[in-house]
């Protein structure tokens, strides 16, 4: 996968995360658990585009 794939990606989705944390209402609680999931989830996906974890390069989303 190309470096500028994956600074797109990286854009895109922080720029969604800001978006549901600044304008939709939310609980500070279940916001927290937004930002932790994602954060996991593109920290995974990074692990996985340059083959340090494995065993997600089987998984299609």
Do not use: D
């Not at 996968?1 to 895109?12: D, E, G, K, S, Y």
């Not at 927290?32 to 083959?51: D, E, H, Q, R, T």
């Amino acid at each position: 996968m190309p470096l500028i794939n994956l600074v797109v990606v990286l854009i895109v989705v922080g720029v969604l995360l800001w978006l549901v944390n600044h304008y939709i209402p939310m609980a500070s609680s279940i916001k927290k658990i937004l930002n932790i999931v994602v954060v996991v989830a593109v920290v995974l996906w990074l692990l996985s585009a340059f083959g340090i974890f494995s065993s997600l390069s089987n998984l299609r989303v």
